[in-house]
Every structure is written in structure tokens, then in C-alpha cells.
């Protein structure tokens, strides 16, 4: 097993379960010159790789009215561009050894758009739009799966860590996350998805599973709930003022 991310001492806790399993490369997903290098030690550890997971990312809360350029292109270097880099990096790798699959963490909000993460959606939409045609290319061709991640609210700092307009971390949590899908569960989710080598694996539960099915069955009343919504926070924005720092609402029980 091989873990990267930008946190080395976070990574050595989690391989000093297994030292002797797994190989530590801790990157920053955005070093795309840095990548050729890191893709040739991770291959020459075992002689090849077997499955790619793509989990980086960073989500958002802002209205688009609040939100600066630079947010956007945040979302899209970190969401969209650093995973379609790895994994670019590493295909030709994955066609010469036979197969493999490649796994990307993308969202509900990969599917579904909702306020406060314009630039998160499109990032996530932007994902999931590159993965499923890679998908179309090499599933037959070449004997590699694809599998697209859909998670809703998780158990994790995503909120926490988000960008607000101003491009500062939001700094706090919200209700949907801090009541969302317990981390080890939606790992098992996920694994077991990985392991059935499903195309899409679906982590949500609630109204934010109910939507996800929704924009397929019925993607008019999906629009106009959200719709709802972005009308309850324009509300919110009037009565704070220009830039204040809202929350959604809490869905995720419901």
C-alpha cells in the first residue's frame, strides 16, 4: 500500500500499522512537475500498481455573489486538475502491465448542484465528466476499471477546511457534516464498491441520497427544492450583508 498527501507525520501514523506493507510518499497533489518522478518510485516499490485512489480535494462554502475568482481556480486545480494529472501520469503505466483500476472521489455534488459550492460542483461535475469518458476508453480496451465515488455528508474536517469567498478556510463545521456517514462505514462502502469494481459507489444517506436519485427521476422538483433553498440563503445574505459567512441547511436526517 502506498499513502500520499501533504502531511508526512499524519501518513507515518497510519503505515506504522504495517510498515512493512506500505511505502510513504507524501506530495502536494498540485506539484505537477514533481509528479513523473513520484510515479516512477511508486511503481519501481512492487513493479506495478494495482489500484489508483484519487481522494484530495477541498470543498467550499460561499455564495457565487461572494465568491472571488481565485476560489474557483482554487476548486479546479485542486478538485479537477491534480487528480486528471495523477492519473494521466500513471495510465500509460496501467495499459503496459494489463489492467488496474482507477478510483476518483468525487461527490453527490458531482451529480447534484446546490448553493454555496458553485465552484466545488464544478469542479466535482468537471471530475466525474473526465473520469466516465477515460472510463469509456480504457474499461474494454484495456482491462481498467474506473469507479467514480459519490460521497454525500461524511464525518470529516471537509466542512471544517472549506473556502469561503474571501478564499480563507471556513474555520468551522456544519450540522450536515457533524451528523453524516461515520467515516469507518463509509470506507467499508467504498472498499467493498472498489472490490465489485462498481462504476459509481454511492456514500449518502437521507435527502442527499434522495436528491441523487431525484435528478434522474424527477430533476424538476429536484431544481425546485434547491431552488428553495438558494432563496432561504439570499434571505440569510440580505438580512448578514454582502460576504457574511452563511450556513446551509441541515438535510442530511431528514
Known sequence: MILSGRRADALETVAAQAPERTLVLPFETTEYDRLPALVEQAWNWRGRIDVLINNAGISQRSLALDTSFDV???????????????TQALLPRMVEQGGGQLAIVSSVAGKVGTALRTGYCGAKHAVVGYFEALRAEVEDAYGIGVSVILPGSVRTAIAQNALEGSGAARGRSDTNIDNGIDPVDAAKTILDGLSARQHDIVVAEGMELGALQLRTADPAKLFAITAKEGARLAKVRAELGAGASVDPLAVNKQ
Open 72 to 86: 474557483y481556480r482554487k476548486l479546479i486545480e485542486v478538485d479537477y486538475l491534480a487528480p486528471l494529472a495523477l
